[in-house]
């Protein structure tokens, strides 16, 4: 199935149930939701022009990998960018509130602590605040399978949903643009195009720094010839 139609499949389910947060009652919160609908299943996100494509650029913080193994999310991170502007005073952060105390090689890793997450909102709520942030942007983030695993387990485990967007993934562009460099890890990437992280391990500064990574690896496909994400994923199926 094209991607863009399993993509808007997946969001009108999610808008036809409702996230357990909108009241139906509520008929502004109803029209809302219906609008949002109509207009993701009017943009092919497949064919807008890289350049022009409104996402909003992700990561998370945890206490591990393995959310299906008890590990949780203890912050989330993200910012709009709009074209090749990065919307550096429209970002979204928040600390996640904790049954148990982050370990201490986490805290060191992070430097959040249990002090700092002891009053932080529930992960439900920040689950509807993120949702509500993102709309109907194109989320991204890099190495992204790390960011969909802990966000399908955490969304069906506070909101009783599935976690049904599509993520792009910014290791994909680099992969494209720099195949012979091998660049894997956000810090060798951000590296070689002379990023720089404000706090490395703090999630509202890696999605900056993916953000930016996101506008300039853009700028070099376009120059490459790749003007959407068609291009982009046509191109990578072609390589081994």
């Not at 910014?170 to 890890?185: M, N, P």
């Amino acid at each position: 199935m094209n991607p863009f139609v399993q993509f808007v499949k997946d969001l009108s389910d999610r808008l036809g149930n409702g996230f357990s947060s909108i009241n139906q009652n509520d008929p502004s919160k109803v029209a809302y939701v219906r609008n949002l609908e109509r207009e993701m299943k009017s943009r092919d996100v497949l064919d807008i022009p890289l350049d022009e494509l409104p996402v909003v650029v992700f990561d998370l913080e945890t206490t591990g990998f393995y959310p299906y193994h008890g590990d949780s999310i203890l912050s989330v991170g993200a910012v709009k960018v709009e074209g090749m502007t990065v919307r550096r005073e429209e970002s979204f952060y928040s600390l996640v509130n904790q049954e148990q105390d982050p370990s201490r090689e986490i805290e060191e890793l992070t430097g959040i602590t249990g002090e700092m997450v002891a009053d932080a909102p529930s992960l439900r709520d920040v689950l509807n605040d993120f949702y509500a942030y993102v709309k109907g942007d194109v989320l991204v983030a890099h190495h992204a399978n790390h960011e969909k695993q802990f966000m399908s387990h955490a969304t069906w485990l506070a909101l009783k949903k599935s976690f049904q967007h599509r993520i792009v993934d910014t290791a994909f562009l680099t992969k494209i643009a720099h195949q012979e460099k091998k660049l894997v890890s956000l810090d060798e990437c951000c590296a070689h195009y002379e990023i720089e992280i404000e706090q490395r391990h703090h999630a509202l500064y890696d999605a900056l720094a993916t953000a930016e990574l996101w506008v300039q690896s853009v700028a070099e496909l376009k120059g490459l010839g790749f003007d959407t994400l068609e291009d982009v994923y046509t191109h990578l199926a072609t390589l081994k």
